[in-house]
């Protein structure tokens, strides 16, 4: 399995520091390469889905922020994930975090090109925590 592969199984899963370690391990030996914002983008909206499970306002919305804008160049799809999906809902976590009170927030999914389903939706019952505390 790819670190990309495996990066994706655990963001899907709430696992978000770990997709991070994948990702970033898949990233950091070509960071000035042409899939480097990619990997920053994915890395970053991860690090503000953990940011937003610990409740930090601040650090979700830095993350999120960052992390759409690096997808953006690589929309609607790459490497085989739809990325459009992902950044819609990121953008409109921004949105839902601008106001006074906490959203409670469905955490995106990453799906696959060709996949039934092209949602960035919660799975069932993922709140996206992570119990080392990890950042």
């Known amino acids: 399995m790819s670190l990309l592969t495996e990066g994706v199984e655990l963001f899907n899963s709430g696992r978000y520091w770990e997709a991070h370690e994948a990702w970033e391990?898949?990233?950091?030996?070509?960071?000035?390469?042409?899939?480097?914002?990619?990997?920053?983008?994915?890395?970053?909206?991860?690090?503000g889905c953990l940011h937003y499970s610990r409740r930090n306002r601040r650090g979700a919305l830095n993350k999120w922020r960052s992390g759409a804008d690096y997808l953006r160049p690589y929309l609607p799809a790459h490497h085989g994930l739809r990325l459009a999906p992902l950044v819609q809902a990121?953008?409109?976590?921004?949105?839902?975090?601008?106001?006074?009170?906490?959203?409670?927030?469905?955490?995106?999914?990453?799906?696959?090109?060709?996949?039934?389903?092209?949602?960035?939706s919660p799975a069932p019952g993922d709140r996206g925590d992570n119990p080392r505390g990890q950042e």
Not at 34 to 46: E, M, P, T
Not at 97 to 118: C, H, N
């Open 25 to 47: 391990r898949e990233w950091t030996p070509d960071r000035k390469g042409l899939d480097s914002g990619f990997y920053k983008g994915l890395i970053q909206v991860a690090a």
């Open 90 to 120: 990121v953008d409109g976590f921004l949105d839902a975090l601008a106001g006074p009170v906490w959203p409670e927030l469905p955490m995106p999914r990453i799906d696959q090109e060709g996949s039934p389903e092209a949602r960035a």
